[in-house]
C-alpha cells in the first residue's frame, strides 16, 4: 500500500519538526538580523509543506489550488497596505 | 392556509426556490424597517430648530438605517434573487449544498433580528454611523453595539456559506452545453459579487470580535492608540469598499440581461463586459483606502490608491456604454422593466461620474464626511442598484409568482421614483459643505434640506404604491404565461411558476444555442455530445423532447427538508441576544446549538438527507474535482483570510507599539516547541488514518484517529496549563496588548482544534460503529486539520520567539 | 505673502474642470442613450433585432468591442490624466510650501474644538472660536483627545483632517485680506454632541488681533 505517500507524510513532519527545532534554537542564541522577516518566511514555508502534504494540495487541480493562492495574495496585500500606512503616518504617542 | 405544515414547510425548507422567497420577503421587511428609519430622520432634517428625533437616537436611526440598507436589505435581496433564478438559469435542480443554503438563510434572519434588537437595550441600538468608527465605538456606545458587532459575525457566516454555496453550484451545477460564455450575466454578476464578499467579509467580522472582546472583556485593540482608530478604518474599509461592489454587480448583471431581452439585441461586446468585471472585482480590493485620504497616511501610498481609484471606474464605464450599445439597431420596446433599468442606467452614469471627483486626493479633502458624498452613493444605491433590482423584480416576477402585474402602475411607480431619487439626491449634491450625521445645521442649507425630504417622502409614496402593486397582483393578476417577454434563457422555458424540481427532463444547450430537455435514458443511449451537436441533424435528435420546459417524462424528484438549519439559526439568535441579556440566555442558545449540532450528526450518520445529483452536468475547468472539496478549499480560503486579518492586527498594532519585550520573557519557548511537535505529530497520525481508509483499512484508520484526539488533548492541555500559570502571575485578557493579542489569538485557535477533535471524535464513532465515512469528508476533515497547524505555524513564532 | 496662492484657489479650479469633463463625457453618452431609445423604439413585439437568440435559446454570437474601444480608451486618459493632474497640487496642499507665520495646536474633544496658540504669542487656548489675523499663513495641527474627530473649515476648500488620538494631521490656510466669520464643523460622527461641535474661525484686521492677544494676555 501507499509507501510513497507514506514516505512524503513522514518526510514532511521530519521537515517540520526540523524547522521548528531550528529556529527555536536560532533565536535563543540570538544571531537572526531580522527577527519578523525570518521568523515569518520560516512560517511560510511550513505552512506549504503542510498544504502541499497534509492538505493534499499536491492532488488537486489548479482550478482549485487557485482558490487559497488567491487568499494567500490578497492578505499579502492587506497586510504590507496596512503596515506601510502605519509607518508612514505621523505618530503622536502619548 | 396557515396550517402546521405550512409554516413546517417553511421553516424546514432546503428548496433554492423557497429559500429564494424566504430571502426576499425577509430582505423586504428590512428594507421597510429601514426606510421608516429614513423617513425618521428626514423629517427631523427639514425642521432642524426642533427636537423630534435628535442626539443618540437621531445617530442610532441613521447608523442602523445605513447598515440595514446595505447588509440586510439589498445584499440579501440579490441573494434571494439569485437563489431563485440561479439553477433555473445555469440548468441546475437545486444549489449544491441545499442544507447549508438553508443554514445560511436562517442566520441572516438571526443576525437581522440581533440588530433590530438593539432598539430594545439599555442605550439604544448602535449609534456611530454604520461605519462604526473607533473607538467611539466602544468608548461612547451602549449595549447595541454589541448587538450589532454580533449581527456583523453572523451575517459574516451567512455569506461565507452562502459563497461557498453558489461557488461551486456556478462551477460545478451547470447543465450540459451551459459553458461558461452562455450563462446570463446576472449569473456572472452573482458570482463576481460572491467573489468579493469571500475575503472582505472575514476582516470586517474580526473587527467586530475586537469591538466585542473590548465592549466586554476590557481589551483594548480600539480604543488603544497602538491600534484604535487606523486599525479600524484598515479592516472596515478593507469590507466596506468591495462591499459597494458586491451590492452593484448582481443588479449590473441583471440590468445587462434585461435590456438584452428589451432591446431583442444581444449583449453589446458580452465578453468584454464580463473580462472588465472579472478586473473590477480583482481591482475592487485594491481601492479601500481612498476612504482614508485625510487620516494623514502616506502621500506616496495614498496617490496608488488614488489611481486604483480612478481605474476601477473604467470597466463601469465599459458595462454602461455596453448597456447603450446593445440598443443600437435593436427593436426596443418599452415595458416596465426596460424602463426601469434605463432610469437606473441614467442615475448610474450621474453616481458613477461624481465617484470620479472623490479619486482625486485634494478634491477629497473638501467632500470627506459631507452630503456631496452621501449623494454620490445614494445615487449609485438607490439610483441604479435600487432601480436596477425593482426592473429585475418586475422583470422576474411573472416567472417567480406566476402572476402578471399591472404594468401601467409600475410606470407611474417609477415616474414617482425618478422625481423622488432626484428631488432626493440632487440638492444633497448643492450640500457639499454640510457635514452628515448633523441633526440640526445653520440656516443657509434650510430650503435644500427641505426639498431633499420632500424627496423622500416622494420616494416613500413611490414604493408603497409599489407594494400595492405586488400585492394586487398577487391577489388579483392575470396567470402569467411560461415566457411573458419573448426572452431567451433557460429560466423562461419552463412553466411560471416552476415545478418544485424545475425541469421534466435534463436540459442540454446545444451548441447552436437552442434549448432541449431531454429524458435522462434518452441523453444516455445518445451521448450528450451527440445531442449538443444534433440541431440540423435529425438523425441525432433524440426522442421525446420538448422544447418547452418538459421532454416526454417527468421527472422523479426526491423533496429535501431538514430542521437543523433553522435551529442553529434560532441558537445563534439567542446566543446573540444573551450576550446583553446575561449568562442563563446565552447557556440557552449554546444548548439549542448543541441539540441542532448533534441532530446534524444523527442525519448525517442516518444519511437521511439526499440530494439530488446532477448525472449530466458541465463544469470546465472543474471536472473531475469532487464539489465537496471545491467547496472546502473555499471555505478554508476565507478561514485563511480570517485568521489572516487576526494575523495582521498583531502585526499592525506590534508596528505601532515603542516598547515590545521578546515573546520568551513570558511565554517559555520551550513548552511551545513541544506543543508545536505535538501538533504536528497529530495531523501526521491524520494523514496517515487517510492513507489507510485510502486503501481501505478502516479499523486501522480509526486507530491513528485515536492518535489524532490524543495529541489534541494533550495540544490543549499543554495550553491549558500556560494559561493557567500565566493567570497565576496575575496577566489576563485586559492585561496590556501584547497579552490582549495571545490570549485573544491562541484562544480562538484553541476553539478551532475543540471543533477538530468533535469532528475527529465523530468520524472514529462513525467508522467503530460500522459505518465507513466518505474518503472525501475524511479527507476534508484533513484540509481542516491542516489549517489549524498552519495557523500554528504562524502564532508559535510571533509569540514565543518575537 | 501674496504670491502664496490660497490652497481653495487650486481646489475649485480643478474641481471645475472635473464638472466640465464630467458634463461633457456624461452628458454625451446620456444623449447618445436616449437617441437610441426614441430611434429604435418598436410596438411590434414580435420584431426582433439580427442577433437575438430569442425564446428557448441562449446568445452564442458575440459582438465585436467596435468603435466604442476607442470611446473607452479616450475616456479613461482624461479620468487617469485628470487624476495623476491632481497631483502636483495635492502636494501644494498637504506638504506645506514654506514657513508658517502661525503655528495652531487643534484637539478635537467630545464635544468642542480646543486651540492652543503659539509660545511666542502667549500659548493661551481658546475653545471653540479661534481668532486670527487677516491675510496670515497660518498651520493647524490637527488632533483628538478622545475619539475620531474630522476637522474642516469648509469655506476654504480643502482644509479638512482627521483628528485621531495618536495622531497629528496638518493642514493650512492663507485668511483672506477682508475680515471675516466662517464655521468649523466636525466631520465625523463623534456622539450624541456631533451636530453641536461648531466653531467659529474670526478673521480679524492686524490692529484687532493685537488687542485680542494683550486681552488674552491680560488675564
Known amino acids: 500500500m501507499g509507501e510513497r505517500d507514506a514516505l512524503v507524510y513522514v518526510g514532511a513532519w521530519g521537515a517540520l519538526i526540523s524547522t521548528a527545532i531550528l529556529e527555536v534554537q536560532l533565536i535563543l542564541l540570538d544571531i537572526v538580523q531580522n527577527l519578523t522577516a525570518f521568523l515569518l518566511s520560516m512560517a511560510v514555508i511550513q505552512s506549504v509543506i503542510i498544504a502541499y502534504a497534509y492538505q493534499h494540495l499536491r492532488e488537486e487541480k489548479s482550478s482549485t489550488a487557485i482558490m487559497p493562492f488567491t487568499s494567500f495574495i490578497m492578505l499579502l496585500v492587506l497586510v504590507s497596505a496596512a503596515i506601510t500606512s502605519v509607518l508612514a503616518c505621523t505618530p503622536y504617542l502619548g | 392556509m396557515a396550517t402546521w405544515s405550512w409554516v413546517k414547510r417553511w421553516l424546514t425548507t432546503t428548496n433554492h426556490k423557497d429559500i429564494g422567497i424566504l430571502y426576499m420577503v425577509t430582505s423586504i421587511y428590512f428594507f421597510l424597517v429601514a426606510g421608516v428609519l429614513a423617513m425618521l430622520f428626514r423629517t427631523q432634517l427639514a425642521f432642524p430648530d426642533k427636537e423630534i428625533l435628535v442626539g443618540s437616537e437621531f445617530n442610532q436611526a441613521v447608523t442602523i438605517h445605513g447598515l440595514l440598507m446595505l447588509l440586510w436589505f439589498m445584499s440579501p435581496f440579490e441573494v434571494g434573487l439569485a437563489n431563485y433564478l440561479i439553477p433555473l438559469q445555469i440548468g441546475a435542480r437545486d444549489l449544491a449544498f441545499p442544507r447549508l443554503n438553508a443554514l445560511s438563510y436562517w442566520l441572516y434572519l438571526a443576525s437581522g433580528l440581533v440588530l433590530i434588537a438593539g432598539f430594545f437595550v439599555p442605550g ?4 456611530m454611523g454604520w461605519t462604526l468608527y473607533a473607538p467611539q465605538n466602544v468608548l461612547l456606545t451602549g449595549d447595541g453595539t454589541i448587538l450589532a458587532a454580533v449581527a456583523i459575525i453572523l451575517i459574516t457566516a451567512s455569506v461565507t456559506v452562502g459563497t461557498v454555496n453558489f461557488v461551486v453550484t456556478i462551477a460545478k451545477m451547470r447543465a450540459p452545453g451551459m459553458t461558461w460564455s452562455k450563462i446570463p450575466m446576472f449569473t456572472w454578476g452573482v458570482l463576481f459579487s460572491v467573489l468579493m464578499m469571500w475575503l472582505a467579509f472575514p476582516p470586517l467580522a474580526v473587527g467586530a470580535l475586537a469591538l466585542i472582546l473590548d465592549k466586554m472583556l476590557g481589551t483594548t485593540f480600539l480604543t488603544s492608540l497602538e491600534g484604535g482608530a487606523l486599525l479600524w478604518d484598515h479592516l472596515f474599509w478593507f469590507f466596506g469598499h468591495p462591499e459597494v461592489y458586491v451590492l452593484l454587480l448582481p443588479a449590473l448583471g441583471a440590468m445587462a440581461d434585461i435590456v438584452s431581452v428589451f432591446a431583442r439585441r444581444q449583449l453589446y461586446a458580452r465578453r468584454f463586459v464580463i473580462i472588465a468585471l472579472f478586473i473590477a472585482t480583482a481591482l475592487s480590493y485594491l481601492v479601500w483606502m481612498h476612504h482614508m485620504f485625510i487620516t494623514g497616511t502616506s502621500l506616496t501610498v495614498r496617490k496608488i490608491f488614488s489611481v486604483t481609484t480612478a481605474l476601477i471606474s473604467i470597466p463601469f464605464e465599459l458595462a454602461t456604454l455596453a448597456l447603450i450599445m446593445t440598443l443600437y439597431k435593436g427593436k426596443v420596446v418599452y415595458r416596465a422593466p426596460l424602463l426601469y433599468v434605463i432610469a437606473g ?5 450621474i453616481g458613477g461620474s461624481t465617484g470620479v471627483f472623490q479619486a482625486a486626493i485634494i478634491l477629497d479633502r473638501a467632500f470627506r464626511g459631507t452630503y456631496w458624498v452621501v449623494a454620490h452613493f445614494h445615487y449609485i444605491m438607490v439610483g441604479a442598484v435600487l432601480l436596477g433590482l425593482l426592473g429585475a423584480l418586475y422583470f422576474w416576477w411573472p416567472k417567480i409568482t406566476g402572476r402578471l402585474y399591472n404594468e401601467k402602475l409600475a410606470k407611474i411607480q417609477l415616474l414617482l421614483l425618478g422625481v423622488g431619487v432626484t428631488a432626493t439626491y440632487l440638492p444633497q449634491f448643492l450640500l457639499m459643505d454640510m457635514p452628515r450625521r448633523y441633526y440640526t445645521y445653520p440656516e443657509e442649507w434650510l430650503g435644500l434640506n427641505r426639498i431633499s425630504t420632500l424627496g423622500a417622502f416622494i420616494l416613500l409614496a413611490a414604493f408603497l404604491l409599489g407594494l400595492y402593486i405586488l400585492i394586487d397582483s398577487l391577489v388579483r393578476g392575470k396567470p402569467a404565461p411560461p415566457n411573458p417577454w419573448k426572452a431567451w434563457g433557460l429560466e423562461w422555458a419552463v412553466p411560471s411558476p416552476p415545478p418544485r424540481h424545475n425541469y421534466d427532463g435534463q436540459p442540454v444547450v446545444r451548441e447552436d444555442g437552442s434549448i432541449v430537455f431531454v429524458p435522462e435514458h434518452e441523453l444516455e443511449r445518445i451521448g450528450v455530445e451527440n445531442v449538443m451537436k444534433s440541431s440540423g441533424n435529425p438523425e441525432l435528435a433524440p426522442k421525446g423532447v420538448l422544447p418547452n420546459g418538459g421532454a416526454g417524462v417527468k421527472h422523479v424528484y426526491h423533496e429535501h427538508w431538514s430542521m437543523t438549519p433553522m435551529l442553529v439559526g434560532l441558537s445563534t439568535l439567542v446566543m446573540g441576544l444573551g450576550l446583553v441579556a446575561g449568562k442563563p440566555v446565552l447557556l440557552l442558545g449554546l444548548a439549542i446549538l448543541a441539540v441542532a449540532i448533534t441532530k446534524w450528526a444523527i442525519d448525517d450518520y442516518r444519511e437521511r438527507f439526499h440530494e439530488d445529483e446532477p448525472r449530466f452536468r458541465e463544469d470546465w475547468p472543474f471536472s473531475g474535482t469532487n464539489k465537496l472539496r471545491l467547496g472546502m478549499w473555499t471555505f478554508i480560503s476565507s478561514e485563511v483570510f480570517l485568521f489572516g486579518s487576526l494575523i495582521s492586527v498583531y502585526l499592525f498594532i506590534r508596528s505601532r507599539s515603542l516598547a515590545w519585550p521578546p515573546g520568551y520573557e513570558h511565554h517559555d519557548p520551550y513548552i ?19 492513507l489507510y481508509a485510502k486503501h481501505g483499512k478502516m479499523i486501522k484508520s480509526a486507530a491513528l484517529m485515536l492518535g489524532t484526539i490524543v495529541t489534541g488533548g494533550l495540544f490543549l492541555g499543554v495550553k491549558a496549563f500556560e494559561w493557567w500559570e500565566l493567570f497565576a502571575q496575575g496577566y489576563g485578557i485586559n492585561s496590556n496588548l501584547q497579552f490582549q493579542l495571545y ?52 502564532l508559535f513564532p510571533m509569540f514565543y520567539l518575537m | 505673502m501674496a504670491e502664496i496662492v490660497p490652497p481653495q484657489e487650486y481646489w475649485w479650479m480643478l474641481f471645475n474642470y472635473y464638472l ?12 447618445l442613450l436616449v437617441y437610441f431609445l426614441l430611434r429604435y423604439k418598436t410596438s411590434n413585439e414580435d420584431e426582433y433585432g439580427e442577433d437575438y437568440p430569442g425564446p428557448g435559446r441562449l446568445p452564442t454570437r458575440y459582438a465585436k468591442i467596435g468603435p466604442t474601444r476607442y470611446l473607452l480608451v479616450v475616456t479613461g486618459i482624461i479620468v487617469l490624466g485628470l487624476t495623476v493632474a491632481t497631483f502636483p497640487y495635492t502636494e501644494y496642499v498637504e506638504l506645506t510650501p514654506q ?15 480646543r486651540f492652543q496658540y503659539p509660545e511666542e504669542l502667549g500659548g493661551f487656548t481658546t475653545v471653540n472660536e479661534v481668532v486670527v489675523p487677516t491675510n496670515t499663513m497660518i498651520e493647524f495641527k490637527v488632533t483628538s483627545q478622545d475619539v475620531f474627530h474630522a476637522f474642516g473649515i469648509p469655506e476654504f476648500k480643502g482644509a479638512k483632517v482627521d483628528a485621531i488620538p495618536g495622531i497629528v494631521n496638518s493642514l493650512w490656510i492663507v485668511t483672506p485680506d477682508e475680515p471675516g466669520e466662517y464655521d468649523i464643523f466636525c466631520y465625523e460622527l463623534c456622539g450624541v454632541g456631533h451636530s453641536l461641535m461648531v466653531a467659529k474661525l474670526k478673521v480679524v484686521t492686524p490692529d484687532e488681533f493685537q488687542r485680542f492677544l494683550e486681552e488674552k494676555a491680560g488675564r
Open chain 2, 345 to 349: 442606467i441614467l442615475f448610474f452614469i
Open chain 2, 743 to 794: 490570549f485573544v489569538l491562541t484562544g480562538i485557535h484553541a476553539l478551532h482544534v475543540i471543533a477538530g477533535l468533535i469532528a475527529t471524535i465523530y468520524m472514529v464513532a462513525k467508522i467503530l460503529s460500522g459505518r465507513r465515512p466518505s474518503l472525501t469528508s475524511i479527507l476534508m476533515l484533513g484540509i481542516y486539520w491542516g489549517i489549524v497547524e498552519i495557523v500554528w505555524t504562524f
Open chain 2, 124 to 127: 439604544g441600538a448602535a449609534d
Open chain 2, 672 to 690: 511551545g516547541l513541544l506543543n508545536t511537535i505535538i501538533l504536528f505529530t497529530g495531523t501526521l497520525f491524520y494523514s496517515l488514518a487517510y
Open chain 3, 20 to 31: 466640465i469633463a464630467a458634463v461633457i463625457l456624461a452628458g454625451g453618452v446620456t444623449m
Open chain 3, 99 to 113: 514657513t508658517p507665520d502661525m503655528t495652531i495646536w487643534v484637539t478635537g474633544f467630545t464635544f468642542g474644538w
